[in-house]
């Protein structure tokens, strides 16, 4: 009876899940927001990494041809919650891919600010998720700004020949992509956005979604079945063993491509730096709100996830690392 009660009660929370999804969908698509962080304003961060863990685990089991391994793990997988959730996030991805790349068209500087202020949030909220700002931590992450700020550079030069090769990737690209950009989209205070930004691949994916590029589509959604099953374990791993420096590593990543998300002068098309000259007022208010934003949502989050009920604790370690 009582598992009875327990199945209806997960059916009727499938269209508030979708809804859940679509915000969720909706902060992934723009660099800077994370949707694990949203899943930890909204309450059910630990049982979606519980869910994702367990099937990536069965994923794994399935490859390994160990059948009633994967068997155990599918029965973990909360589907009642898992697939309202993607529902969600792509039809937030569907609907919200042709906004976002048309103002990246007509309004690349200010876009940019936009990003820049999301980005340099989320980097101030990953520096409140370090438990030890030690010398070890802090070079770490002067290091890891250092080197990829003077990598982006390398692109700085950037013919207009070269952004058109770069604007059609090939389909090992969009692999790859999805394969990075998924482990972000699981932590919060980082965006799969944002490393879509950082390789070059955010505008091609977006024209891919507008485009209805299905094979393209399809091609990035393995590379993220893929990351999913293989990084997610390794960075599960990591952050349990290796935290803080994990984090430093992750907001010297953000500090260092803030280059790229410098509006001037042509917004994320571009990583050379120039100074203001159009549009300095709006991109200002832009990048100033969207950082306040940032962090209005952290400490939403963090109030959400202070108390931890045990009877949610399927992954506590986990929970307490993100």
């Given at each position: 009876?009582?598992?009875?009660?327990?199945y209806s009660?997960?059916m009727?929370?499938?269209?508030?899940?979708?809804?859940?999804?679509?915000?969720?969908?909706?902060?992934d698509?723009?660099?800077?927001?994370?949707?694990?962080?949203?899943?930890?304003?909204?309450?059910?961060?630990?049982?979606l990494?519980?869910?994702?863990?367990?099937?990536?685990?069965?994923?794994?089991?399935?490859?390994?041809?160990?059948?009633?391994?994967?068997?155990?793990?599918?029965?973990?997988?909360?589907?009642a919650?898992?697939?309202p959730?993607?529902?969600g996030?792509?039809?937030?991805?569907?609907s919200?891919?042709?906004?976002?790349?048309?103002?990246?068209e007509?309004?690349?500087?200010?876009?940019?600010?936009?990003?820049?202020?999301?980005?340099?949030?989320?980097?101030?909220?990953?520096?409140?998720?370090?438990?030890?700002?030690?010398?070890?931590?802090?070079?770490?992450?002067?290091?890891?700004?250092?080197?990829?700020?003077?990598?982006?550079?390398?692109?700085?030069?950037?013919?207009?020949?070269a952004?058109?090769?770069?604007?059609?990737?090939?389909?090992?690209a969009?692999?790859?992509?999805?394969?990075?950009?998924?482990?972000?989209?699981?932590?919060?205070?980082?965006?799969?956005?944002?490393i879509?930004?950082?390789?070059?691949?955010?505008?091609?994916?977006?024209?891919?979604?507008?485009?209805?590029?299905?094979?393209?589509?399809?091609?990035?959604?393995?590379?993220?079945?893929?990351?999913?099953?293989?990084?997610?374990?390794?960075?599960?791993?990591?952050?349990?063993?290796?935290?803080?420096?994990?984090?430093?590593?992750?907001?010297?990543?953000?500090?260092?491509?803030?280059?790229?998300?410098?509006?001037?002068?042509?917004?994320?098309?571009?990583?050379?730096?120039?100074?203001?000259?159009?549009?300095?007022?709006?991109?200002?208010?832009?990048?100033?709100?969207?950082?306040?934003?940032?962090?209005?949502?952290?400490?939403?989050?963090?109030?959400?996830?202070?108390?931890?009920?045990?009877?949610?604790?399927a992954?506590p370690?986990?929970?307490?690392?993100?």
């Amino acid at each position: 009876m009582r598992e009875g009660h327990g199945y209806s009660t997960a059916m009727r929370q499938i269209p508030a899940n979708i809804v859940r999804g679509f915000l969720m969908g909706a902060a992934d698509i723009v660099p800077g927001v994370s949707g694990g962080t949203i899943a930890l304003v909204l309450g059910i961060y630990r049982r979606l990494v519980a869910s994702i863990r367990a099937g990536s685990s069965a994923l794994g089991s399935l490859l390994t041809l160990k059948w009633d391994r994967a068997r155990h793990w599918l029965a973990e997988v909360e589907w009642a919650l898992l697939l309202p959730l993607f529902a969600g996030i792509l039809l937030a991805v569907i609907s919200l891919a042709g906004v976002l790349e048309h103002q990246l068209e007509t309004n690349p500087i200010q876009m940019s600010a936009l990003f820049l202020g999301l980005v340099a949030g989320s980097a101030v909220v990953a520096w409140g998720l370090l438990h030890r700002k030690d010398a070890t931590r802090l070079t770490i992450m002067l290091v890891t700004t250092i080197v990829v700020f003077a990598g982006l550079g390398l692109r700085g030069g950037v013919t207009e020949d070269a952004v058109a090769q770069v604007s059609e990737p090939a389909a090992l690209a969009f692999f790859a992509a999805g394969a990075l950009a998924i482990c972000a989209m699981i932590l919060p205070g980082i965006s799969g956005s944002f490393i879509l930004v950082l390789l070059g691949m955010y505008t091609p994916l977006l024209a891919a979604v507008n485009d209805r590029d299905v094979t393209t589509l399809i091609v990035f959604t393995i590379g993220a079945a893929v990351g999913l099953g293989v990084f997610s374990q390794i960075l599960h791993w990591a952050l349990e063993r290796h935290h803080d420096t994990v984090m430093a590593m992750l907001i010297g990543l953000m500090a260092g491509s803030l280059r790229v998300l410098w509006p001037w002068p042509n917004g994320v098309e571009s990583t050379r730096l120039g100074a203001p000259d159009e549009a300095v007022l709006v991109s200002v208010v832009l990048a100033v709100a969207a950082l306040a934003v940032v962090l209005a949502i952290s400490a939403v989050a963090e109030r959400r996830s202070a108390p931890m009920p045990p009877a949610e604790s399927a992954t506590p370690t986990s929970a307490q690392a993100n």
